[in-house]
């Protein structure tokens, strides 16, 4: 293990960013489809989006593993949180891949069970726009009439994994998109379809 003098802060206010992070997160998850500014002042961090540091550093402790689709950030991590690292995705409760990034097979990912949906793992997908990709049609709790999104950097295949994600309810994986400073979430009580042109 290096330095840990070389590794990057933390929270500046570990409590109130930690709170402003957690709500970010919950109002992204309860308002589908919908871009929620993270205003916690999260580090630079090589390697992740100042909204992923933020949800990592807020959601994660020691009981928490994370799979990580670029490592780097890794032990910057495990320093702050505890959170460990595990190499295989079904292991994990927080699954991040950064941009430009292969995401893993959702059916790769811990789903949880109907007896227990909660030990599910929650995926983190870094994005480069929340506009450019491919048309998609999203309904469900959250959504008072269905809402088109165009997330780039999310391939076709993905959308036909997601539609069995959902099928699973109530076990399933969630997702938080995150752009820059901003998360759009993406429960597993979401319907998504594809859909032609914009």
Not at 147 to 170: E, I, T, Y
């Amino acid at each position: 293990m290096g330095d840990m003098r070389d590794l990057p802060l933390g929270f500046a206010d570990p409590v109130g960013d930690a709170q402003i992070a957690f709500r970010a997160a919950l109002s992204a998850l309860s308002r589908p489809g919908e871009a929620v500014q993270c205003r916690a002042s999260a580090p630079t961090v090589q390697g992740l989006m100042p909204a992923t540091a933020a949800l990592l550093l807020a959601l994660t402790d020691h009981e928490t593993p994370v799979w990580w689709a670029r490592t780097e950030p890794a032990q910057w991590l495990q320093f702050h949180t505890g959170a460990p690292s595990v190499v295989r995705p079904d292991e994990a409760v927080f699954a991040v891949v950064a941009q430009d990034l292969a995401v893993p097979d959702l059916t790769r990912l811990n789903a949880g069970t109907d007896e227990a949906p909660e030990r599910s793992a929650t995926l983190v997908f870094e994005l480069p726009s929340f506009d450019g990709g491919v048309c998609t049609e999203w309904s469900g709790p959250g959504l008072r009439e269905p809402k088109v999104m165009h997330l780039a950097g999310v391939s076709p295949g993905f959308w036909a994994q997601w539609q069995r994600n959902h099928a699973g309810f109530p076990s399933g994986v969630d997702v938080f998109f995150v752009c820059g400073r901003q998360l759009v979430g993406l429960p597993r009580t979401t319907r998504v379809q594809r859909r032609e042109g914009r």
